[in-house]
């Protein structure tokens, strides 16, 4: 017990109780005393936080925070991520974000050169008249590709692609055999995305490929978030920092259709 008193006998009163206390027995003594220690609101509590604190305790939040973060905030940054990246994969300019492997030239696969993607047309602009263009699309990638190959198109280009029938009657387009599984187009996984653009004249509206042989992300593991209660006041603002890029790695790995005649 020696040693612990001994310990607990070096320890030093805090300097800013210390001040906290002077200026309060000052004031007792009726000096007029401004002190600048211990920081102190001289206001009540305003009436919305006080709102928004009953609130939390009404709905249970009264534990300590997880250590990672409290989760719908840590859910809220993950998709709006999320959000941004995938747009940004499919057309962005790559201005602090990925370029999107739209924004690359595209030319006619059939005088296809490196620094380009190739395309296939459907043969009628802003629509497609039946599967051939499809299949078309499809063996015009390469075999080493096609083998990992997935179709990229919207919910809108979806609804039209799974309508699609061949020759003998059959929908090219299957859903997928278990939850979480994705539907097939003529066996292939197709890809949502809803940054990719609608059927219209001119448009790529659906992309086939090896995206993991034709696309490179580059990303630091490190996620910075900034909390800000000071400019949105009675609100908390938090920033979200995270370093992403990509780009096309691979002219070879991915194909496009393009809604036009050629």
Known sequence: MAFISDRLARIKPSPTIAMTTRAADLRAQGRDIISLSAGEPDFDTPENVRDAAKAAIDAGHTRYTAVDGTPSLKRAIADKFARAEAAAFVSGDGVDK?????????????????????????????????????????????????????????SKTAGTVRKMKDADGRFLWSDGLAAGEPARLMGYPVLIAEDMPDIATGANAIAFGDFHAGYTVAERPDLRVLRDPYSAKPHVLFYATKRVGGDVSDFKAIKLLKFAVS
């Open 98 to 154: 990925p370029r999107g492997f739209l924004t690359h030239p595209s030319v006619d696969n059939d005088v296809w050169v490196w620094g380009n993607l190739g395309y296939v047309p459907t043969g009628v602009a802003g629509a497609i008249a039946g599967p051939d263009p499809i299949v078309d699309l499809v063996y015009a990638l390469g075999a080493q590709y096609r083998a990992n190959g997935t179709f990229v198109m919207n």
